[in-house]
């Protein structure tokens, strides 16, 4: 059984968690800069207030996360309940005959079981996030308190493990997406998806294993850019939105 072409319940819930996580990424940005003035050597995670303030968005997140993803369970459910369950077998195939190329990319069983995956992924690695942040945050302070002294030194050094292991916090999330992605073009028989997917995790491995912190200044304040960091918020806000755009421009009732 498939539903109307027209209808995208799939790319359109990816895109709104996008948006959701765009709007939480500059809300947090705004975060940092109201509440942390100056130049520091101690990461933004080390102060208290704005811990809390990245926990309690982190928090929203999923809880909106799963209501978008439930919502659009429930319509896909709503739309499949038209048809008894005997039926549905052989609506598909009517469908199939009568109308050929044009019916939806993927039955409805399909659509449903790449809905439950997604919500899966969304809500379960944010969850795994704020666990690993919080150790993350925990070996931080102990390499702080280990190694700064006062001197140049000891504050190079600081720096240069923070960015070596900085990638660990983010390689859960990261690669849930990824593998989210790839099912999904496994779903879809679509290279493109497969290729983008592993192309995303080779730049996270390289910028895990080669790039240095670059530090930049903002409004007065010297910020240090992290690029596993980086490469994982462009790809779950930037990327996840320009694969809801992709999906609902080329395939159909996706």
């Known amino acids: 059984m498939y539903i109307n072409p027209r209808i995208h319940i799939l790319s359109g819930a ?4 996008a948006l959701l996580k765009i709007i939480a990424a500059i809300f947090e940005g705004i975060l940092r800069l109201m509440l942390k003035k100056g130049t520091t050597l101690s990461p933004d995670m080390i102060d208290i207030v704005l811990w809390r303030s990245q926990f309690l968005i982190s928090a929203a997140q999923i809880i909106l996360t799963f209501l978008l993803f439930f ?9 499949i309940d038209v048809i008894p369950e005997d039926d549905r077998k052989a609506m598909g ?3 199939e ?7 939806a990319s993927l ?4 659509i449903k079981s790449l809905i439950e995956l997604w919500a899966v992924i969304f809500t379960g690695a944010e969850l795994l996030y704020c666990f690993t942040s919080l150790m993350y945050r925990r070996f931080t302070s102990l390499l702080m308190l280990a190694l700064f ?3 140049t030194v000891s504050a190079n050094f600081f720096v240069m493990l923070y960015n070596m292991t900085h990638g660990f916090k983010y390689q859960e999330i990261l690669s849930s997406i990824l593998l989210g992605v790839f099912i999904t073009g496994i779903f879809l028989n679509d290279r493109i998806l497969k290729l983008s997917s592993l192309s995303v995790l080779i730049i996270f491995l390289l910028a895990f294993a080669l790039f240095d912190m670059q530090t930049v200044n903002i409004m007065g304040r010297d910020i240090g850019l992290v690029w596993t960091s980086v490469v994982c918020h462009v790809s779950e806000t930037v990327g996840l939105f320009l694969l809801s ?6 395939y159909k009732g996706l």
Not at 97 to 103: A, K, P, S, T
Not at 245 to 250: E, N
């Open 14 to 17: 990816i895109r709104n968690v």
């Open 71 to 79: 919502n659009s369970w429930k319509k896909l459910t709503r739309y």
């Open 93 to 95: 195939d009517l469908q």
């Open 97 to 103: 005959e009568y109308f050929g190329e044009n019916i």
């Open 107 to 110: 039955s409805v069983t399909s």
């Open 149 to 151: 002294n006062g001197s």
């Open 245 to 250: 755009f992709y999906l609902s421009r080329h």
